[in-house]
């Protein structure tokens, strides 16, 4: 999947996987904008600091809440579940942190989101360059039984 070739049916089931993610008393809080345009990718590269890759993705997921009491939590389920459905899919991607930066509302207005939502994530998607998966601590060392 180059740059601009995004195939429709492959990102709508991605997007699904994320409106099924679990929320807090089923409020559903969560919206998905799908950017493909060239321009807009390097848009928000630039406005989003930490995603200047964003620009070299294929497309980018943007999760945006309602600001409801939980809205960081199901935002984060919900990309969580975008990022497993990328990775089923064979595809690359990395969470680009949205809440509490500097640049959020920037994003936000970039995207012509309504007042009253929350940037939770961006997440630039593709394919990888090689690089092999990032290593991860060894279950015996993280898990704990009965006590820390």
Known sequence: ????DADKRVIEEIIDCGRLAPSANNIQPC??????????????SQTAVNGPFAKNASFCVVVVARAEKYYIEDGSAAT?????AVNDFGLSA????GDKKDYADSVLKLLGVPAGYKLVSIIPVGISKGQSEVEKRVLKDVLHWEKF
């Open 80 to 84: 969580e579940n975008v990022l497993l």
């Open 31 to 44: 919206e998905f904008i799908v950017i493909t345009d060239r321009q807009v990718l390097l848009k928000l």
């Open 94 to 97: 990395c969470w680009v942190a």
């Open 1 to 4: 999947m180059q740059p601009g």
